[in-house]
């Protein structure tokens, strides 16, 4: 009976080892490193806020903690990725925007980057790539005789591209010798690329944003769809649209 009684007891210790072993390994797991601290300031408000993630290469559970002094801090959960970094920018507001970015890694360049108006008791998102991507569409079509056509979805503008600089092989599966269009027509992908851009006219920051366009396969870049968007009521609007080509 009591060699009984010191196998349960053994057993009930290993279980609890057990539990204790594990219970550290998704602690591990699960815990995150700090990456940036930066300033921050709302009004007459200041603080800090310290982006976190976990991993060396690809960054998981990434977040930013923000603190204002003499207020509870909040949490803002953003989107996994390579590099992930932090900074806040005037865009000409009465407040710096934070601004996130990170990169996916996938062919094509593509990252993620989201605005965030900062308050010592919330936030709320300003500005999102893949909503922007969304809410404002493109459409393109070839035309004959080399020519492509863009249209912006939302303000109806047209723009004709003379697209005979493209690759020679993808050209002619385009485009027929007569010059009629045999091939598919263009696609504009989501954004790929944003960054703040200083105006030195009036001292703040714009936002550019870039999304390519393709025919026949991704490596076929035509060229990107530039927008220039200013900040105004807590919301950024487009005042410009361009064309670039790598000439």
């Given amino acids: 009976m009591k060699k009984y009684f010191n196998l349960v007891w053994v057993a009930i210790l290993l279980i609890t080892l057990f539990g204790c072993f594990t219970n550290?390994?998704?602690f591990a797991k699960n815990s995150v490193s700090l990456i940036k601290t930066i300033a921050i300031r709302s009004g007459k408000n200041i603080g800090v806020a310290n982006l976190y993630g976990n991993g060396e290469t690809f960054i998981t559970d990434i977040?930013?903690?923000v603190n204002f002094y003499n207020y509870q801090s909040y949490t803002i959960l953003l989107e996994d990725g390579y590099s992930p970094s932090i900074e806040t920018f005037d865009f000409g507001g009465d407040d710096?925007?934070?601004f996130y970015s990170s990169q996916t890694g996938g062919s094509g360049g593509y990252g993620?980057?989201?605005i965030y108006l900062l308050r010592p008791n919330g936030y709320k998102l300003i500005y999102d790539d893949k909503e922007n991507s969304k809410n404002t569409t493109f459409n393109a079509k070839f035309l004959p005789d080399g020519i492509m056509k863009l249209e912006n979805n939302q303000t109806k503008t047209l723009l004709s591209v003379d697209v005979k600089y493209m690759d020679k092989s993808f050209f002619k599966q385009i485009f027929a010798k007569d010059g009629s269009v045999i091939g598919a027509d263009p696609y504009v992908?989501?954004?790929s690329f944003v960054s703040?851009?200083?105006n030195p006219a009036n001292g703040v920051f714009r936002l550019i944003s870039y999304r390519s366009v393709v025919a026949v396969a991704e490596v076929n870049r035509l060229g990107y769809i530039v927008q220039t968007l200013e900040y105004?009521?807590?919301k950024f609007s487009s005042v410009f649209?361009?064309?670039a080509i790598e000439l």
Wanted: no cysteine; glycine share 0%.
């Fill in 24 to 26: 550290n390994i998704v």
């Fill in 241 to 243: 649209t361009e064309f």
């Fill in 63 to 65: 977040k930013v903690d």
């Fill in 189 to 191: 992908n989501y954004i």
């Fill in 196 to 198: 703040p851009a200083f």
């Fill in 96 to 98: 710096k925007l934070l």
């Fill in 112 to 114: 993620n980057y989201q």
């Fill in 232 to 234: 105004e009521k807590e």
